[in-house]
């Protein structure tokens, strides 16, 4: 019997079927949506709350006990995402009508200031610019979009534990499934330490930042400076963008309460701590080749956005992230890490 003659692939049609596999990935993601972004979502929050986890059960700690702690911080830390994400978007929405007469008397005292200088604008255009329900639609979407998947905390909490537990039995299975198990070990503990590194100093540096813009708004008498700083601290996982997208509700609505000088000082603040917190400080603790170029930042925002909905573009880019730091792992896809980076230096290992 003579031995069958396997055909063999032109590289045009290697590349084809590539694209036409991505292109089945990708809509089955975003057609598994609902299914899969509230997974996502618990992997982003195991892999926050694994190192206290461990770091609790290595002072001696049992698992269960260090477990219990673990998800009594995640039931407070929801609670008080529910309680001002839901009790501000009411308020805000009760609100509204107000907010709106205030920015058309001020938007009609802007153009008497033009016209003085015979300077003649449209003032329907401008009016239906300055809405502030339109301008605050994206920040509002993406906390909806959060707002519906507390109700699934239910899931996504069982996700978390069954994840963390799994993850404390990992190294285990791994060491008898595989032949030469120490090699890959090394390497998931690498990629494991560098999205635990990331991952933990993002969210501190957002953490900061969403408290520094809450206090600062706070001071200036801005409405709902709790709600603004949780989305100063979300949209901080996005950087550049991020911060500009954050600042546009609340400036707009220093316009409304205490007209243009109140929306510089509103202004003035964001900028201030963004670029403290992320040009000067998150840099410093978080080294080079731990960043994204602002195009892959811009495409990953609008390519996760578009499969996942609203959360997707939270999670953006900590999944392009975690991706470059997978790609950074090996040799073979180094060079791929490095042209979604920032600089020509490949992602450093944690010491």
Known sequence: MSDSVQPRLTPTLRVLLTLASVVILIAGMRAAAPLLTPFLLAIFIAVLTAPPLFWLRDRGMPTWAAMVIVILVLLAAGGLLAAIIGGSLNTFTANLPEYEA?????????????????????????????????????AGQMLSGLGGLLANAFLILLTVIFLLFEASQLPGKLRAALKKPERSLDKLDSIAVNINRYTAIKAGT??????????????????????WGLVAFLLNFVPNIGS??????????????????????????????????????????????????TLVVFVSLVFWGWVLGPVGMFLSVPLTMTLKIALDSSPETRPLAVLLGSDADPVKEAA
């Open 102 to 138: 205030s920015l058309k008397q001020q938007v009609g005292q802007w153009f008497a200031w033009l016209e003085g200088f015979g300077l003649r604008v449209p003032r329907d255009a401008f009016t239906n610019l300055l809405d502030p329900a339109k301008a605050m639609r994206l």
């Open 244 to 293: 500009i997208i954050a600042a546009i509700p609340a400036v707009l609505l220093a316009v409304v309460q205490f007209g243009l000088g109140g929306a510089l000082w509103t202004a003035l603040g964001y900028l201030l701590i963004n670029t403290f917190v992320g040009n000067w400080l998150e840099p410093r603790i978080m080294g080079r080749g731990l960043g994204l170029s």
């Open 206 to 227: 957002s953490l900061l930042t969403g408290l520094g813009v809450a206090v600062w708004l706070w001071v200036l008498g801005v409405d709902f400076p709790l709600l």
